[in-house]
Structure formats: structure tokens, C-alpha cells
């Protein structure tokens, strides 16, 4: 299938948290267009089926096709870990994900092979990280923990909240007693609360930010197949939501870190 370089990436998620992919993607991609697509109605996803999540993810990979994009990125790490298989045998276009792209900086960072991963029940339930880590290399030892409040407490905008660094600290101790060396990030709200996570866990462990690592990988993808956008002028941001477009401006601002236009609702 012949792509045109000047076509949009394609960029979606359950909701909000997607929007850390689409900030690293405008600073590392500066001329690249990008549509961006929140299941906001729907959200979240972490607590639904494998069924449910595959049928949701279909229908918006439709969508994006329809709109002629040239890559596919599901930031979304409860889609990328039960539905990618799903969405890339849909799509005649690249398909990446950042489960994928987590667990292969992790294993690149890594001395002692001991890494930890954080993110909602139905990614740590899905075992994705330790599946694709191991994929990588079988002798890495991982130890998952589930933070299911992480969310609610991000798009609250509860950053450095008293009770937010209770919750964190809650939440990694037991990670903390195994020795890990690195830690992923598996969930795309959780960028946010980096400066938090890391003066929790100390300075000798490193954080493994999945929006980052898949940006650099889709850098990569388009580089190698001549479809990195040519046109040097400024380019097109476009945002689709299923619900509540003020709500996601709002959160949506805080997570890109500027103005956030452009937003349409999508009726099904």
C-alpha cells in the first residue's frame, strides 16, 4: 500500500492518558501531523473484558484508518496488551505499541535483570510486560504491581498531593524490597507523576517512560521507510473524543502542556 509521508500519525487511547504519546511525539516530531482519538464515553478500559476491549478497539482503528493515517500507535497499555494482534491484522499501516516499546528500553536498561512494572489491573493481569520483556530475554526476573488509584489521582491534577505520595509509597514498597534496577512505567497517565515516582524509588533506579520509548521508535519506523513528513511547515493537531470535550480540554492542557484545540466529539 503506497503511504503519503505527508499523511497524519494516528494516535490513540481510552481516554486522556495518551496524550503524554502525543506531547512526545510534538517535541521529538515537531512537523508531523497528528490525530488523536480518547474513548472518552467508554473510559476505562482496565476493568473490562478481553472481549470488550478487542470490539472498542476495532471500531476506533476503523475510524483512524478513515482518516488516512500513515502509522498507528495504541498508547493505551490495556489495549496494547490485549488487543494489539487484533489491530494489526486490520491494519494495512505499521501498528505500534507501548507495551512493546516499554519492555524493550527496559531491557535495555537493565545490569541486574531485575525490573519492575507498574500500571492498572488489567494490564498487570494480562501478564503483557512480562510476555514481551521475556521475549526480549527470558533470564530478566519482573515483579508487577497493580496501582488502580494512579488515575483518579492524575487527572484530579493531584501531582505532588500529601495523599498522593502516601498512595505512591503505598504502592511501590513492595516493589521497593526486590531489588529492581529498573521500573516501567505501564500505564500513559503515569508520566505525570514521574518526579514523584522517582524521588520515591531513588535516584539509582530507572524509570522506564513509555511515551518516550515509543516515540523514539516511531522516529525510527518512519526514518527507515521514507515516510517521516517532508513538509517543514507547522503541522495539523486534530483531537476526537466520545464524550465531555471540556472536561478532556481541561485535563487534556495539563497533560500536553499547552493549548489544547481542535477537539471534536464523535457519535458512534
Known sequence: MQVNPNNPIGVFDSGIGGLTVVRALMEQLPFENIIYFGDTARVPYGVKSVETISAYAIQITKFLLRQRVKLLIIACNTMSAV??????????????????????????????????????????????????????????????QSCSLFVP??????????????????????????????????????????????????????????????????????????????QQEPPEYRFYVTDVPIRFQAIGERFLGRTLSNVNVVKW
Not at 87 to 99: A, E, G, N, T
Not at 114 to 126: D, E, L
Request: some cysteine; proline content about 5%.
Open 153 to 230: 489521582l492524575v487527572e484530579e491534577g493531584w501531582l505532588d498531593h500529601q495523599v498522593t505520595r502516601l498512595t505512591v509509597q503505598e504502592y511501590l514498597k513492595p516493589v521497593i524490597a526486590q531489588n529492581i534496577d529498573t521500573l516501567v512505567l505501564g500505564c500513559t497517565h503515569y508520566p505525570l507523576l514521574k518526579p514523584l515516582l522517582q524521588e520515591i524509588m531513588g535516584n539509582q533506579i530507572t524509570l522506564v517512560d513509555s511515551a518516550q520509548a515509543i516515540t523514539e521508535q516511531a522516529g525510527e519506523l518512519l526514518r527507515k521507510n521514507n515516510l517521516l513528513n517532508g
Open 83 to 144: 488487543a494489539y494482534q487484533v489491530i494489526k491484522d486490520l491494519s494495512p499501516v505499521p501498528v505500534l505499541d507501548v507495551v512493546d516499546a516499554g519492555a524493550r528500553t527496559a531491557v535495555a536498561e537493565t545490569h541486574n535483570k531485575f525490573i519492575g512494572v507498574i500500571g492498572t489491573p488489567a494490564t498487570i493481569n494480562s501478564n503483557a510486560y512480562q510476555k514481551a520483556i521475556n521475549t526480549y530475554d527470558p533470564e530478566i526476573q519482573i515483579f508487577s
